[in-house]
């Protein structure tokens, strides 16, 4: 394995592959500018899947956006095969003379092999014996909450001789005209203005990441008593408008809500027009963090300082307990945490009231 620096001059394609969930896509958006801003004569292509390609798409460093389906498991053993041909095909088309794989996952060690760039940078990870010389470089990874995700991607980069500088490190996601005029429409149906409300996320997908309904209820009428405007978001899930429900049958005071009615860019466009966003650790407080949005994060079991809010005005609150951040779904993995159970409103309030006041 080798250790020198890779000589970008003699790279004209790049693959970065970051085959994960919505939020970690988006905290690997950063690979592609500084990239492009060390080697701006490469094109420089993703590969995802296909449902968290607009964590992606429009990224001004991006050149094409492939994708693959979860669904192709649903076609069949031939179906699936003719999908995953048609993928390979394309990507062989393109002659990556770089892969970058952000992930430690068989399929990116598989593609250097099929693919066989000149180079090829991987995560050191437990691969198996077919898989321990996949890659011409390996880049070690802190563990344990004590490094951001963002800088554990791109050390990738580093293990090859980039070395961002801080305005490189940016999160960047572009909502897109489209978006932002359907957007603007939602917002005006419901008489509000842009830069003048407070949007609350309240919900993860993650059941186990969410503070309770009721905490959250209190929290909203107390910012409503004082004048603020608040907006309610959530995704189309049942389970997550089942929370939002509960939430909003609590409230004294009704809010507008976009719960269940916004695409991945409106609700980008929508947290740009917010002047505070608040929420829990989920894709929409990264989704903050890349519209420069200030944010409250409350966080429980999963890690502040490996997922928190990135190059934004923000302040994370946590309950002081010895066991977090454990990593767990919840105490015990019973999907309860009482890490975020124990958070009080006054404290998460006195956060709104800080930010509102440093920004």
């Known amino acids: 394995m080798l250790n020198d620096p ?40 993703a590969l995802v899947y296909h449902d968290t390609r607009e964590m992606l798409s429009l990224h001004p460093a991006i050149s094409q956006l492939h994708t693959i389906d979860r669904g192709w498991k649903k076609l069949g053993p031939l179906g699936q095969l003719r999908a995953e041909w048609g993928l390979l095909s394309r990507l062989k088309a393109r002659g990556y003379d770089l892969v970058v794989t952000l992930t430690e996952h068989n399929r990116g060690a598989w593609l250097v092999r099929l693919l066989k760039p000149r180079w090829s940078v991987g995560p050191h990870g437990p691969y198996g014996r077919f ?19 963002i800088e554990i991607h791109l050390d990738a980069l580093r293990r090859i001789g ?23 429409a939602k917002l005006a149906e419901r008489g509000l203005e842009a830069g003048r409300y407070i949007l609350v996320h309240p919900t993860s997908r993650w059941s186990f990441k969410s503070w309770p309904a009721d905490r959250m209820a209190a929290l909203i009428d107390a ?51 917010a002047s505070l966003y608040i929420g829990v650790d989920s894709v929409p407080m990264h989704i903050a963090s890349a519209m420069k949005t200030p944010c409250v994060a409350l966080f429980g079991p999963s890690g502040d300082i490996e997922w928190g809010p990135w190059q934004v005005p923000h302040r994370v609150v946590t309950e002081p307990m010895p066991c977090r951040p454990c990593g767990n779904a919840g105490c015990g993995g019973g999907w309860q945490s009482e890490c975020l159970q124990r958070i009080p409103v006054a404290r998460v309030l006195a956060a709104v009231d800080a930010l509102q006041k440093e920004t």
Request: charged share 25%; hydrophobic share 45%.
């Open 6 to 45: 890779v000589d970008l001059s003699q790279v004209r394609r790049a693959l970065v592959i970051k085959l994960r969930h919505h939020g970690d896509v988006l905290l690997a958006s950063p690979v592609f500018s500084a990239l492009r801003a060390a080697a701006p004569h490469v094109e420089i292509d």
């Open 131 to 149: 898989f321990k010389k996949s890659f011409s470089r390996r880049y070690l990874q802190v563990p344990g909450n004590r490094r951001h995700t």
């Open 162 to 184: 980039v070395y961002p500088a801080e305005a490189q490190r940016e999160l960047t996601l572009v909502p897109g005209a489209n978006a932002e005029e359907t957007l603007r």
């Open 223 to 273: 910012l409503t008593a004082r004048g603020e405007t608040v907006v309610l978001s959530a995704a189309p899930s049942r389970e997550e408008l089942a929370m939002v429900a509960d939430i909003e049958s609590r409230l004294a005071r009704p809010v507008a809500s976009l719960a269940g009615l916004l695409s991945l860019k409106e609700l980008a466009a929508a947290i740009d027009q």
